[in-house]
């Protein structure tokens, strides 16, 4: 499984290029093995026998309610503590003209980000969440490198409250299909204030266009009984080239390899919870 993980990656990004050269993934299978051991002792066996303690020991309600919340407390630690290792780990994997990506955010902060942003989500039944997407995309961009080069975002979560508020009250109307114009809007507004330098980023996809990729994607996993996701992951990629382009130039004889160390650990705690690091 790990090896073919890293043989798909390797595929990918040997073949996605900009600028007429081709981008290439470090990363092994041992790398990746090594770290699901690693998420599997020091978090998954812990978790799992905190969680069957209260069943196994027959215990009282009291502890039973205090073994859930610690859970889903320890939960909620290890998604962002996830998002952030899973970035860190690709990102230092992948390299482009010899160059190394690098993330650099500290795993603590994007804790507090992810917790506060969670309860204050839920306290105002999912109206704080535009704020919330943006303080996370704005942690996952800004720790960002491309070798010595900082990425920066400069977006508010703010320019997007009324068109989720939009979304949310056309949900019913159109059967959410409404929503694939939000999430293009979304797209188009967080590249627009992505920026690596002097060169900013620029989307052009629209809610039609990532809403017939969607719906076609789910045909083709339907009627494949799920054989088709090799189509389904390439038309994804894709998509996603044809709609982003990079406006300004960088001086990449500035440009300096920085790289930094990472483990899969990270990795594998997203894989297990499912936290993807994805920002498009």
């Known amino acids: 499984y790990f090896w073919g993980k890293v043989k798909i990656r390797n595929y990918l990004f040997g073949h996605t290029e900009f600028w007429q050269e081709r ?10 093995l090594v770290g699901f051991l690693k998420a599997l002792v020091l978090f998954f066996i812990p978790l799992y026998a905190l969680s069957a303690a209260p069943t196994l020991l027959e215990t009282g309600l009291v502890f039973q309610a205090i073994a859930t919340g610690l859970t889903y407390g320890i939960v909620m630690i ?3 503590v996830a998002m952030v290792g899973a970035r860190r780990y690709r990102l230092s994997r992948t390299s482009w003209r010899g160059i190394r990506f690098s993330f650099r955010g500290e795993a603590w902060e994007f804790i507090k ?18 704020f919330f997407d943006a303080k996370r995309y704005h942690f996952m961009i800004s720790q960002s490198y491309f070798g010595s080069q900082k990425f920066d975002f400069d977006g508010r979560g703010k320019d997007l409250f009324r068109p989720f508020l939009f979304a949310i009250l056309l949900t019913l109307p159109t059967l959410g299909l409404y929503w694939f114009w939000y999430w293009a809007k979304r797209q188009r507004y967080y590249w627009e204030h992505t920026c690596c330098g002097p060169a900013r980023f620029r989307s052009t996809v629209t809610g ?13 996993a339907l009627v494949t009984l799920g054989l088709g996701w090799p189509w389904v992951l ?16 960088m001086d990449l004889a500035e440009i300096h390899q ?11 705690l997203s894989g297990f919870l499912d936290a993807d690091f994805s920002l498009g």
Do not use: W
């Open 78 to 80: 290890f998604v962002p």
């Open 234 to 249: 390439i038309r994804k990629i894709r998509f996603a080239c044809k709609y982003l382009t990079l406006e300004g130039l």
């Open 113 to 130: 980000i992810f917790g506060l942003g969670s309860i204050l989500s839920t306290i105002t039944l999912g109206l704080y969440f535009p």
């Open 23 to 32: 981008f290439i993934y470090h990363g092994t299978g041992k790398e990746l």
């Open 258 to 268: 920085d790289a930094k160390q990472a483990t899969a650990t990270g990795e594998a």
């Open 208 to 220: 039609r266009a990532l809403m017939n990729l969607h719906l076609a994607n789910f045909l083709i």
